[in-house]
């Protein structure tokens, strides 16, 4: 029988208990570095190895294939809605406004009554320009008729001085023959006494008396004709000076004529504003000028309405959207988160200058189905259709590249990059027309971000 032997834990065997050497702090450090640049060592000599077996790593670029694409041209922008219909009123007349029935910021419809003149005030005018009228038409009829009188007494007055001028003027030639007749009579009569001859000194004087009765009577009625004479030249002076000239006579015709016009005026205004003052079309008050009570003269300012049913927005367009925006185009406007249909109406021709100082062209919008939602001077969001192109070959915005020979996209053939120009076309907000230079099976490198080269190896990876 085989006897077990029963080992004791604390019994070691003489060939194997062997007394553990203790390690100095040196030793201990010294140990330390041996196993740390064994461990460096091991790994530089993995790293070499895996080297020189593993395969080449290529740089990697995204690619896509070029899509065919229904691309639109769009230009999104921003403005002011403002209405394309304003109107000021001014008062037809110069009347009392008894009330006031709008404020600034109401929305009116065409129609609605804007103020209201006082009743009895609009009477008093118009019957105040009515008797001006007549006044101004009386006071002709009896200037002309007066002139009218006085021209004729002009003419006949005329025509007897003209007379009577001559008949003193014969009649003074008269009064010089008679007393020449007198003077040689007396001559003769002295003779006929001296030389005694009685018969003919009596013949001589009974001839001097005749003569002598006779220029009594001729000067008597030279006085009359002289008389007559200065009483008709005064007629003709003041009937002369009080005639109406011929401006004379257009002046007092205007002025009836001016009378009248007011006198229609006033009634046509009265008649326009007997029920008050009402709006032309819809729209937002957006001024008040008149004032309850007040009186305001013709031709005064009453209130501002500017339409909020012909409406568009006015828009900033930069240098580049200028060859994308034409008059004519559709657009989308968004107002207070309501979108509208709209069209370009207008391009300015002339540029101006923003706050930030650069070169903007103004245009605008007309907004074709506005309604009641709409709000003047708030900001609109726009996006103007464009030119749409069907089935284009179409990139990604970011794989066009521009040089000095123009635009180029890169390309990847059989792994290795490859440099192809392009003519473009339209864009969207993604894509690029390509007109010509590609078929559409090219990979497109997406974004050459690398700076790598033409004929460079790539790793095309889809992007």
């Given at each position: 029988?085989?006897?077990?032997?029963?080992?004791?834990?604390?019994?070691?065997?003489?060939?194997?208990?062997?007394?553990?050497?203790?390690?100095?702090?040196?030793?201990?450090?010294?140990?330390?570095?041996?196993?740390?640049?064994?461990?460096?060592?091991?790994?530089?000599?993995?790293?070499?190895?895996?080297?020189?077996?593993?395969?080449?790593?290529?740089?990697?670029?995204?690619?896509?294939?070029?899509?065919?694409?229904?691309?639109?041209?769009?230009?999104?922008?921003?403005?002011?809605?403002?209405?394309?219909?304003?109107?000021?009123?001014?008062?037809?007349?110069?009347?009392?406004?008894?009330?006031?029935?709008?404020?600034?910021?109401?929305?009116?419809?065409?129609?609605?009554?804007?103020?209201?003149?006082?009743?009895?005030?609009?009477?008093?005018?118009?019957?105040?320009?009515?008797?001006?009228?007549?006044?101004?038409?009386?006071?002709?009829?009896?200037?002309?008729?007066?002139?009218?009188?006085?021209?004729?007494?002009?003419?006949?007055?005329?025509?007897?001085?003209?007379?009577?001028?001559?008949?003193?003027?014969?009649?003074?030639?008269?009064?010089?023959?008679?007393?020449?007749?007198?003077?040689?009579?007396?001559?003769?009569?002295?003779?006929?006494?001296?030389?005694?001859?009685?018969?003919?000194?009596?013949?001589?004087?009974?001839?001097?008396?005749?003569?002598?009765?006779?220029?009594?009577?001729?000067?008597?009625?030279?006085?009359?004709?002289?008389?007559?004479?200065?009483?008709?030249?005064?007629?003709?002076?003041?009937?002369?000076?009080?005639?109406?000239?011929?401006?004379?006579?257009?002046?007092?015709?205007?002025?009836?004529?001016?009378?009248?016009?007011?006198?229609?005026?006033?009634?046509?205004?009265?008649?326009?504003?007997?029920?008050?003052?009402?709006?032309?079309?819809?729209?937002?008050?957006?001024?008040?000028?008149?004032?309850?009570?007040?009186?305001?003269?013709?031709?005064?300012?009453?209130?501002?309405?500017?339409?909020?049913?012909?409406?568009?927005?006015?828009?900033?367009?930069?240098?580049?959207?200028?060859?994308?925006?034409?008059?004519?185009?559709?657009?989308?406007?968004?107002?207070?988160?309501?979108?509208?249909?709209?069209?370009?109406?207008?391009?300015?021709?002339?540029?101006?200058?923003?706050?930030?100082?650069?070169?903007?062209?103004?245009?605008?919008?007309?907004?074709?189905?506005?309604?009641?939602?709409?709000?003047?001077?708030?900001?609109?969001?726009?996006?103007?259709?464009?030119?749409?192109?069907?089935?284009?070959?179409?990139?990604?915005?970011?794989?066009?590249?521009?040089?000095?020979?123009?635009?180029?996209?890169?390309?990847?053939?059989?792994?290795?990059m490859a440099v192809r120009n392009v003519e473009t076309g339209i864009s969207s907000m993604e894509l690029v027309e390509i007109k010509s230079g590609l078929t559409g099976d090219e990979q497109i490198v997406l974004n050459n971000s690398m700076g790598l080269q033409e004929g460079a190896q790539v790793t095309p990876v889809e992007g």
């Open positions: 029988m085989k006897m077990k032997w029963k080992k004791n834990k604390d019994e070691v065997p003489a060939t194997v208990k062997k007394e553990k050497k203790i390690l100095t702090p040196a030793e201990k450090k010294k140990r330390r570095k041996k196993i740390l640049l064994g461990a460096v060592a091991v790994c530089l000599a993995l790293f070499f190895v895996s080297r020189m077996f593993a395969p080449e790593v290529l740089p990697v670029v995204f690619v896509r294939q070029a899509q065919t694409a229904t691309l639109e041209q769009t230009v999104d922008t921003s403005g002011t809605v403002k209405t394309e219909v304003k109107k000021t009123y001014f008062s037809p007349l110069s009347a009392q406004v008894a009330e006031c029935r709008v404020a600034l910021g109401d929305a009116v419809s065409a129609g609605d009554v804007l103020l209201a003149y006082d009743a009895e005030d609009l009477k008093s005018r118009e019957t105040e320009a009515s008797l001006q009228n007549d006044e101004a038409y009386y006071t002709y009829q009896d200037t002309v008729g007066k002139s009218n009188t006085d021209a004729a007494e002009y003419g006949r007055s005329s025509h007897d001085v003209e007379i009577l001028e001559q008949q003193v003027e014969d009649w003074k030639a008269n009064v010089r023959a008679l007393k020449q007749y007198i003077t040689d009579m007396n001559c003769f009569l002295r003779e006929a006494v001296n030389d005694g001859h009685e018969n003919d000194a009596e013949e001589y004087q009974n001839r001097i008396d005749q003569a002598t009765n006779e220029l009594a009577q001729r000067e008597e009625e030279l006085a009359d004709f002289q008389s007559d004479l200065a009483e008709q030249k005064g007629i003709k002076s003041s009937t002369e000076d009080s005639m109406l000239t011929a401006n004379g006579k257009k002046q007092i015709e205007a002025t009836k004529e001016l009378a009248a016009l007011k006198a229609e005026k006033v009634k046509t205004a009265v008649a326009q504003v007997a029920e008050g003052l009402k709006a032309d079309f819809g729209g937002i008050v957006t001024d008040v000028k008149a004032v309850e009570g007040s009186v305001i003269e013709e031709g005064g300012e009453l209130l501002t309405i500017e339409s909020n049913e012909d409406v568009c927005v006015e828009i900033s367009l930069s240098k580049s959207d200028l060859e994308k925006v034409h008059e004519g185009q559709k657009a989308v406007i968004t107002v207070v988160g309501k979108e509208y249909e709209g069209t370009v109406t207008r391009v300015s021709k002339s540029a101006t200058k923003n706050e930030k100082g650069a070169s903007v062209v103004a245009g605008e919008v007309h907004i074709d189905n506005p309604d009641e939602d709409i709000f003047l001077g708030v900001e609109a969001k726009v996006k103007i259709q464009g030119t749409v192109v069907e089935n284009a070959v179409a990139v990604p915005i970011e794989a066009v590249n521009v040089g000095r020979d123009g635009s180029f996209v890169y390309i990847v053939e059989n792994g290795v």
